[in-house]
């Protein structure tokens, strides 16, 4: 089912991954009108490295800063979220199927993996068959991650905009020190998934 069915709920999810990574409680329409520059939401609960959303599930790599700070904030974020989305859409009941699933990321061959694992989500809306059929047009791929603004990508090209707050890059290994060998990965990455 999906649980982002417009640029408003992509939106607040996206400002709602910011906020909620905090101590403090959430009261969202005290900082409703706020930009992320505007808002003091002192001690984080987790680094957010990626965030990707997609129209019926969002992906992040996060690390986790405070005790069970990863079940705090994906509760707070999953809870917010929730709240808003069965008010504005007139429903009730749970939004989210079940816990939420995590992976423990013990290697850096399997962290670096996930930069583009996240990334390259998005492709699915584009051709969902890509993983098991593999890439038929790699331009038309690369343009559409770039222009797509519901995940880290942007940042990770060199991208600057408002949403960069919501990550903490230098808490993750410097795999990508200048954003061509970021640019570099990806090009490798769908190369290796494209039809010859």
């Known amino acids: 089912m999906p649980i982002f069915l417009n640029v408003f709920d992509k939106k607040r999810f996206i400002k709602l991954l910011f906020v909620c990574n905090s101590r403090k409680s959430v009261v969202f329409k005290s900082i409703q009108g706020q930009s992320l520059d505007e808002i003091d939401r002192g001690e984080t609960l987790v680094d957010i490295g990626i965030y990707c959303l997609v129209p019926n ?16 904030f994906v509760k ?13 859409y ?24 996930i930069f583009s694992y996240i990334h390259l989500n998005p492709i699915k809306i584009i051709d969902s068959q890509w993983k098991e059929n593999k890439i038929t047009d790699r331009v038309k791929a690369k343009n559409y991650l770039q ?11 060199g991208g600057k905009r ?15 020190s200048q954003p061509k060998e970021f640019d570099d990965f990806i090009n490798d990455w769908l190369s290796f998934n494209l039809i010859n």
Do not use: C, W
């Open 90 to 113: 007139e429903r009730t009941g749970s939004l989210f199927e079940g816990p939420f699933k995590a992976k423990r990321i013990d290697t850096d061959e399997y962290l670096k993996y």
């Open 76 to 88: 707070k974020v999953a809870t917010g979220y929730s709240m808003y989305f069965n008010k504005k």
């Open 162 to 176: 408002q949403e960069e707050k919501i990550l903490e890059k230098d808490s993750f290994p410097e795999y990508f």
């Open 147 to 157: 222009k797509y603004p519901y995940s880290s990508y942007f940042e990770y090209i």
């Open 57 to 72: 599930h969002f992906h992040l790599l996060i690390k986790e800063k405070t005790e069970n700070g990863i079940s705090e």
